[in-house]
């Protein structure tokens, strides 16, 4: 049971530069998440979608964009990196915006 | 806005014990509340999830409560174990605002010694 595969793992940017941030989930599950986690900060979250087509700008959006590409997949976009993005970033998923969430292993990005 | 913490933010137990790990919040018009644990370089794993009308939820040897009058929810852990060390997170789930908006706790990092 795959449930939420994220990819990369580890990423180190420079300043400026761009990524994408890959969130797949193989359990039908109608909501996704991005959350990034950093100490003394918790996890927050930077967007979320309630179902496929739809998405919405969650407590930190700045800096991102998401796309909900169908059902099993959502990504996260960094246009232009910077150091205060260096954080862990997770992506999870659950049947709606009311049930358990379930959540991948992270990527963690660094940017210089 | 709601705010969530989780106090204290480390607890270091002998194997054996019965322990309860405190998460209050300050907003009590909650939709539910859900307890993660989070292992060291790994995602969250769900635990349990308390609608805002159930009292209690059991999985096992973990137990959590909700009192929503009080602004407190416990996850009790009963005969602990070294494999139950491992930062536990509560989040509260509110009505109205951002609907997938989980407020996090910044957890307590459980330490069960053999």
């Known amino acids: 049971n795959a449930g939420v595969t994220q990819t990369p793992k580890f990423q180190v940017l420079k300043t400026g530069q761009s990524m994408t941030l890959q969130c797949a989930q193989d359990?039908?599950?109608?909501?996704m998440y991005w959350y990034r986690q950093d100490p003394g900060m918790g996890l927050r979250l930077i967007y979320y979608?309630?179902?496929?087509?739809?998405?919405d700008k969650g407590e930190v959006p700045n800096g991102y964009n998401v796309s909900r590409l169908n059902k099993r997949e959502f990504s996260l976009r960094l246009e232009s990196a910077a150091p205060s993005q260096t954080s862990v970033y997770f992506c999870?998923?659950?049947?709606?915006?009311?049930?358990?969430?379930?959540f991948g292993n992270g990527t963690r990005l660094t940017v210089t | 806005k709601q705010e969530v913490t989780q106090i204290p933010a480390a607890l270091s137990v002998p194997e054996g014990e019965n322990l309860v790990l405190n998460c209050s919040f300050t907003?009590?018009?909650?939709?539910?509340l859900q307890w993660f644990r989070q292992d060291p370089g790994k995602g969250l794993t769900s635990l349990l999830l308390?609608?805002?009308?159930?009292r209690e939820q059991t999985s096992g040897r973990l137990n959590a409560s909700l009192d929503k009058s009080s602004g407190r929810s416990t996850l009790y852990i009963a005969a602990s174990q070294p494999g139950d060390s491992a930062t536990y997170l509560c989040?509260?789930?509110?009505?109205?605002?951002?609907?997938?908006?989980?407020?996090f706790g910044k957890g307590t990092k459980l330490s069960v010694k053999p």
């Open positions: 999870a998923s659950s049947e709606n915006l009311r049930s358990p969430l379930h």
């Open positions: 359990m039908n599950h109608n909501s």
């Open positions: 979608s309630a179902s496929e087509g739809t998405t």
């Open positions: 907003d009590s018009a909650i939709y539910n």
């Open positions: 308390i609608q805002s009308s159930q």
């Open positions: 989040a509260a789930l509110n009505y109205g605002g951002s609907q997938g908006n989980l407020i």
